[in-house]
């Protein structure tokens, strides 16, 4: 992994998708009532984590900054992730 390869890992996306996912899954435990929502939305977070530190310039929106090519794995995880978070905010309202 050279020094240019390095550069272009993400830092404050992961960490805050981490953070995020962690609050969430501990609050679904350490909640008396135990919802649902919780969890999905934590474990959805969790799994965006891998695509923002491989490729953080995905989540960047309206630029003309060329898109890097990324495993399919990493964006099925991405896609199940958004839908998890999806559905937890819709049980969350609901």
């Given at each position: 992994m050279g020094l240019k390869e390095s550069d272009q890992?993400?830092?404050v996306l992961p960490l805050l998708f981490t953070i995020l996912?962690?609050?969430n899954v501990f609050g679904f435990f350490y909640k008396s009532t135990h919802q649902p929502d919780d969890l999905l939305q934590g474990v959805g977070f969790l799994?965006?984590?891998p695509l923002a530190y491989f490729?953080?310039?995905t989540f960047l929106f309206g630029t003309r900054a060329r898109r890097p090519h990324v495993p399919t794995w990493l964006n099925g995880m991405a896609i199940a992730g958004l839908a998890l978070v999806a559905t937890g905010f819709a049980l969350g309202w609901g």
């Open positions: 890992r993400g830092r996912g962690v609050f799994l965006v984590v490729a953080p310039t």
